[in-house]
């Protein structure tokens, strides 16, 4: 079975600082991928980033990165100098290869930036 | 090119009602999926397709119908709507040559 858990239901911090979006996965597929989406409060759901789970490079764009730990089942996002405009609910979801599509989702992170 | 498209993006039903949630794109996508979003639990997967003519469940199908006549349209059927189907529901297509799948803006849905 797939699973997807973000333990944070909501994360408030103030323009500027560095926020950190945790995700642990289940999964007994050995090729997988992982996901993260953003939702601003218009609803529709942005595409961040996908990462393979052969694949353990982390990943940097902009102020966005992506720390990637198979060993540990995490798929961590964080923000640096986050802005107003970071505030959005954030999604991590998993599909394992052997499924063409099948996401399971996490329930989310409610980020709340305050300026 | 409109990406994927949903119709309407509200909606209120009472309940035994039933409706069809259209959904289409024009990327030529293999895989089209239907999920929805209820609060704290993310998104779940209701109903996919992996081309024209092939449907199958995902983790919540009860209540919800679909088909796939064409490549373009998914649409999603719900027989005799319940409160319980109150949620957002969000159609999503991926071609098989990629691993991102592309969203529609949603539709909100109130069965009263």
């Known amino acids: 079975a797939q699973k997807v858990t973000q333990a944070q239901t909501e994360i408030s911090v103030v323009e500027k600082e560095d926020v950190t979006l945790d995700c642990v996965y289940e999964?007994?597929?050995?090729?997988?991928?992982l996901f993260w989406y953003k939702q601003p409060p218009s609803g529709e759901l942005v595409f961040l980033i996908r990462?393979?789970?052969?694949?353990?490079q982390n990943e940097i764009s902009g102020r966005y990165s992506w720390n990637f730990q198979k060993s540990t089942s995490s798929f961590n996002f964080t923000i640096t100098a986050s802005q107003v405009v970071d505030s959005a609910v954030y999604f991590c979801a998993l599909r394992p290869a052997q499924y063409g599509n099948k996401l399971v989702f996490g329930a989310g992170t409610i980020l709340r930036v305050k300026s | 090119n409109a990406g994927v498209t949903q119709t309407p993006k509200f909606q209120v039903l009472k309940t035994g009602q039933s409706m069809t949630l259209q959904c289409a794109q024009d990327m030529n996508h293999e895989y089209m999926s239907w999920y929805r979003q209820d609060p704290g639990m993310g998104l779940r997967l209701i109903h996919y397709?992996?081309?024209?003519?092939?449907?199958d469940q995902g983790e919540v199908p009860n209540g919800y119908n679909v088909s796939r006549s064409t490549t373009e349209d998914f649409p999603l059927r719900l027989l005799s709507a319940a409160p319980s189907q109150t949620s957002v529901y969000f159609c999503?297509?991926?071609?098989?040559?990629?691993?991102?799948?592309?969203f529609g803006p949603g539709t909100r849905l109130t069965v009263t």
């Open positions: 397709s992996v081309g024209a003519g092939i449907t």
């Open positions: 999964t007994r597929d050995t090729t997988y991928y």
């Open positions: 990462r393979n789970s052969f694949d353990e």
């Open positions: 999503a297509s991926r071609s098989g040559m990629t691993y991102e799948q592309y």
